[in-house]
């Protein structure tokens, strides 16, 4: 049975989604404040986090900025009555897994959830199956333990930027459109928010690059979008 958390301070969204969660076979844990809610998630197992943003003492943002810099890489669902393009960037660039606006339909909450939980146990089945280590230049990046090491430093990625960094470098010298990254990475099609790839993208290039602005492993493939270089 697979163990959801919920954090969410509106009690009667908590209790709905409480109850049709459980009715869908999962066991879940509710709580309705941000702090308390951060503590169960970084010190028990759960398969999925389901976060509302605005939350008492800390918000859904931080506590997932927090998670991911604590190397807890559960996945994530946001949830706010924010609909501007710029709070969808910010959640998901903190590293979240999906997003999703109120007012939502249950019917399309439980879709997303199954959804997420689909593309870890396959992430994980892949996982058993793929080459644990890929060394490349001076990179070495390890899948089971999602650590990417620079010339033996140690480099912090976050859960997308690693993804991203991975799914390339297995694939040396294949080129990536943004829209191919958005639904191989994100899971499915954000249309529209190409600019997130391309900020994912800056920011690798400035952890791994020695000078960013004329890339090593990272190449850009004019008209197409993105590569790693097949030639180190």
């Not at 976060?51 to 991911?68: K, N, S, Y």
């Not at 997303?112 to 892949?126: C, G, H, P």
């Not at 994912?200 to 004019?222: C, F, G, M, Q």
């Amino acid at each position: 049975m697979k163990k959801i958390l919920v954090v969410e301070d509106d009690i009667n969204i908590n209790q709905l989604l409480l109850l049709h969660l459980q009715d869908s076979g999962y066991e879940v844990t509710v709580c309705d404040h941000g702090r308390r809610g951060f503590e169960k998630a970084s010190s028990e197992e759960f398969d999925l986090l389901v976060l509302d943003v605005m939350l008492p003492e800390m918000d859904g943002i931080t506590i997932c900025q927090r998670l991911r810099a604590m190397d807890v890489f559960t996945p994530i669902l946001m949830l706010t009555a924010k609909s501007e393009e710029i709070d969808k960037v910010v959640g998901l660039e903190s590293g979240a897994d999906d997003y999703l606006t109120k007012p939502f339909k249950i019917r399309e909450f439980l879709a997303r959830v199954k959804a997420i939980l689909r593309r870890q146990e396959l992430s994980r089945q892949n996982s058993d199956k793929e080459k644990n280590t890929i060394r490349q230049g001076l990179l070495e990046i390890d899948l089971k333990k999602r650590k990417v090491l620079f010339g033996q430093k140690r480099i912090e990625l976050t859960p997308k930027e690693f993804d991203l960094l991975y799914l390339m470098a297995k694939n040396p010298g294949r080129s990536y459109s943004r829209a191919e990254l958005l639904e191989l990475i994100w899971g499915y099609d954000f249309s529209g928010y190409e600019h997130t790839v391309n900020a994912h993208i800056n920011r690798l290039r400035a952890k791994i690059e020695v000078d960013s602005n004329s890339p090593v492993y990272i190449l850009t493939t004019w008209g197409v979008g993105y590569r790693f270089n097949d030639e180190l």
